[in-house]
């Protein structure tokens, strides 16, 4: 599991001194920088280039009290870590802010010059991480807050396959879905289970959404829409992914489990969840 990192420095009292407050005069000025562009933005629509900001900045005393240099250069990081922010606005105000679009453009353009791999694609790539990383995280974190505010000790899960190959939910959709690492979210599921001493069980998953968890009977056309589960046999009518859970949970628990769940009645639709990623959080968020 990732958790943070700690850099120990050895040194004595007095340098430890002059670091301290040095840390602290950077972290400020950055906290003001921040202030000041984002003040800017809020009033004016505008972006603050650093090279307006640093007359505005300058008198600070943080500023004042600061190195020149390293100064400047905690301002300089403010101005990259906004000048992202305000490009993807940009883009996103001109309606032409589409992933797949620009990579496929820059594609044809690498094609062109015969080159692989750009300064612009690994931009983008690592873009593309970040926000699947934070979603991956958010996700596994609502899973298992979820878990232990109920006293959930156990998380089966499948082995993810089907998803990735049976989905069909239109053009879009299918582009945004088909690159998600399955394995990554598993990874991250199992670290943070392991922290918390939840049981992880992974399980082979095969057959779970064609058969029926009342008669056990298989048959491909039960499953009559993505949603819905219907037993030709039985006359079994379950959401779909409810009836695939059970299966899957037949594997671990066993079959006198699972009758136990059916007989409580306990078995609703599920609810859909979404968690959202807002960019504009970027914009409240000042240093610790
Ligand atoms: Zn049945």
Redesign the pocket.
Known sequence: MYLTQKNHIRCNKKTYKILRILTRLSKNLYNFTLYTVKQYYFNNGKYLPYEQAYHLVKHNENYQLLPSQVAQQTMKIVDRNMGSFFHVLNERKKGNYNRHKEKAKLQSIYDKQGIKMGKKMAWLLRKRKNVINNFMNQAVNYIVKYCLSKRIGNIIIGELKEIKNGMNMGKINNQNFQYIPYGLFKQKLKSKCEYYGINYIEVDEAYTSQT?S????INRNNRKHRGLYV?K????VMNADVNGALNILKKVAGESVVRRILGSGLVNRPVRIRVVISTTKLLTKPRP
């Open positions: 029926c009342v008669c056990g009977d037993c046999k039985c006359g079994n």
